[in-house]
Structures are given as C-alpha cells and as structure tokens.
C-alpha cells in the first residue's frame, strides 16, 4: 500500500461515513434546539454543510471517473457532467421548490401563522424529528443492503 492509496481511503472514509453521520448529529441537535426556542440555525447550517461535503465528494468521484485517467479529455468530460447535471437536475427541482414557495406566500399561509407560536414551533419540531428519523433508517437500510440502492 502507497500513501496515495492510503489518502484515497481516509478521504473516502471521512467523506462517506463520518460526514453523514456527523450531518444526522448536527440536523439532531438542531431540531432539539428549534424546540425549546433557542438559536438553533447554525447547526442546521453544520450539518447541511457536513452533507454537502460528502455529496461533492461522491459528485467529483463520478464525474472524473467518466473517462480513462490518461484521457487528455478528462477534466473537459467531468465539467460537462458538471454543468449538464446543473442544468438538468438541480435547475428543476429548484424550480418546482419556487413554485411551492409562490403558492403558499400566495395562499397567505405563512401570514396567519408564525413559527414564533409555541404550538407551531412544536408541531414542525415534530414533523422535523419524524422526518430526520426516517431519513436515518432509510440510511441505514441501503447501507446494510449493500450500495444497490444508493446509486
């Protein structure tokens, strides 16, 4: 074993393992946080970026791996993965998220209830811990049933 191989190990370890794991921690402490009405945006932030680094990790490892590595073509080949991947998948959700967005400030939903009520507050730090739970477990399912489902 070589140190580049060993490097390529620890970095995919840390950013296949360890950054989601702490992301589930950070997204925890955050909605525990937001329940008892305390600052809680900035672990939310942590763990958003702790996902954000593993996903641009397994996001430059698919992209480079497009071609061979002695293609002089390589590097042009991941950005027009890049930017084809923008434009074709993330473009779009955003997209329909505005649309959501445009029809509940257009209903005046977000008018007549504010998140600084103690029942809301509590009903969407429910909602938050339902959803973050499920979200782990399904985790956890793919990865004990193999990468199949990952992709």
């Known amino acids: 074993m070589n140190l580049s191989n060993g490097l390529l190990n620890l970095t995919n370890w840390l950013g296949n393992v360890i950054m989601p794991t702490m992301a589930g921690l950070f997204a925890a402490g955050a909605i525990y946080r937001f329940s008892k009405a305390q600052p809680y945006q900035h672990l939310g932030y942590a763990a958003l970026a702790s996902l954000m680094c593993s996903g641009l990790l397994r996001a430059m490892e698919s992209f480079s791996n497009q071609a061979a590595w002695n293609n002089p073509d390589r590097y042009w080949i991941s950005i027009l993965t890049l930017v084809n991947w923008v434009g074709n998948v993330l473009l779009p959700l955003y997209g329909a998220g505005?649309?959501?967005?445009?029809?509940?400030?257009?209903?005046?939903?977000?008018?007549?209830?504010?998140?600084?009520?103690?029942?809301?507050?509590?009903?969407?730090?429910?909602?938050?811990?339902?959803?973050?739970?499920g979200l782990l477990r399904l985790g956890e399912f793919w990865i004990q049933h193999g990468t199949a489902g990952v992709r």
């Open 98 to 133: 505005q649309v959501v967005l445009a029809v509940v400030h257009f209903a005046g939903l977000l008018e007549r209830m504010t998140i600084g009520e103690a029942w809301v507050r509590n009903l969407v730090a429910a909602m938050c811990c339902f959803g973050l739970s």
